[in-house]
């Protein structure tokens, strides 16, 4: 029975400290609540200066990168990051991904057999040098609501040497664009050439 008191006076001791503790806290530190929230969240977009720009307008081109592009290491980029998803072989089956013979030049969401994204689909046109830089890039920018789960390549040099190897699994290859310096703006498509 001594036991069983000692016991639960050690309980009721601690129970009561416990108890003081917690009003003399409250007593010393009280809190004080702003008027305002310190910290406004908006919906809005940021504007000016510190707004996030677009993966598309900080991309250079890709075309200066690809005269002297690294067709092996190309290779080897597709086998490490895009061989789990995607075939690379003339007539073999797609994959979680569609196969990516003949894709430089191809229209996009064209592959048949294929299931592509409606966002993909809306995306229309052929798949460019530029289009691919941006969409290997970071797929997910370049194509809002792509099912392509790749992170992307962040590296300019790898996009330009497994462009360059994907440029070479086609049956008829697109020639290289121009490389023309980085900085140089595109050339006017709607301008016609000056009589002489």
Not at 81 to 86: K, L, N
Request: with cysteine.
């Amino acid at each position: 029975m001594a036991n069983f008191n000692t016991i639960a006076g050690c309980f009721l001791a601690s129970a009561l400290f416990a108890m003081v503790v917690g009003k003399v806290s409250n007593a010393v530190v009280s809190p004080h609540h702003l008027e305002k929230p310190a910290l406004a969240v908006s919906n809005a977009a940021p504007e000016g200066e510190g707004a996030p720009k677009s993966a598309e307008a900080d991309l250079p081109p890709i075309g200066p990168k690809l005269k002297d592009a690294n067709v092996e290491h190309g290779k080897q980029i597709f086998k490490q990051q895009c061989f789990t998803c995607h075939n690379d072989e003339k007539g073999a089956a797609n994959k979680v991904g569609p196969n990516q013979w003949n894709l430089v030049g191809r229209k996009k969401a064209s592959e048949e057999g294929f299931s592509y994204s409606s966002a993909l689909k809306e995306k229309g046109g052929t798949w460019t040098y530029e289009d691919l830089n941006h969409m290997i890039f970071k797929p997910q920018a370049f194509v809002k609501g792509t099912k392509m789960a790749f992170a992307g390549l962040p590296k300019e040099q790898d996009r330009a040497d497994l462009i360059a190897y994907l440029r070479t699994m086609n049956d008829n290859p697109p020639p290289l664009p121009d490389a023309a310096p980085a900085n140089a703006k595109p050339a006017d498509a709607n301008k016609q050439p000056e009589k002489k």
